[in-house]
């Protein structure tokens, strides 16, 4: 992985890791309970605010800033990428379908098939809920992979790979197989008594949209994540 570069210390931003950062693109550690971006309740207490503040140095009137290229759920921790300008933005947009994207997860139980490919057609409702239909003129076709990295009686942590990109997809798609990820109250069981969602975006990999070369932004995976395997 790239090494880190950072500037003065005094304007990095708390809670966020910055894990690579050049004129392009920046691509941090967000943890689980930051918002991406903004919410009409929540617009300052975000990974894009604290970003953009940060690449403005301070400085109110700076034209610097940053261009949203993807998403993590406000429960999800793990790798985040912002481009520094426009044209990187929809360079890395027009690769997307070709971005590797991997996942660790904790869900409840022991899966039957130890490695498999989850397909469905998602859609969402007007209470902002994520299902899946067979219906194609009403959801987008979503496709997950997995893999049990290993389990225990109670939970199994998984590494995914997120073949498409629609929004809940591996929480939508575990929770169908009978398997909600750890913590999830919105698809999963409503009051588990767990802290955090247990869904961490691993890594990522992506051609520079400038340079063309094959870069991958690793996250450290929590510990919390094993020790609730190992102690389940």
Known sequence: MPK???PASKYLPRGLDILYEDKDILVVDKPAGLLTV???NNKT????????DYVRRGNPRSRNRIFIVHRLDQSTSGVLVFAKTEEAKFMLQSQWKDTEKKYIAVVYGQLSKKEDVITSYLAENK???VYSTKDTTKGKLARTAYKVLKDSRQFSLLEINLLTGRKNQIRVHMADK?????????YGKSKDGFRRLALHAKSITFKHPTTGK???FDAKVPNYFNDLVENG
């Open 214 to 216: 094959q870069m991958t």
């Open 127 to 129: 209470a902002y809920v």
């Open 38 to 40: 903004g919410t009409d």
């Open 45 to 52: 207490r975000t990974a894009y605010y604290m970003l953009t």
């Open 4 to 6: 880190k570069r950072h």
């Open 178 to 186: 009978g398997h909600p990820v750890v913590g999830d109250g919105k």
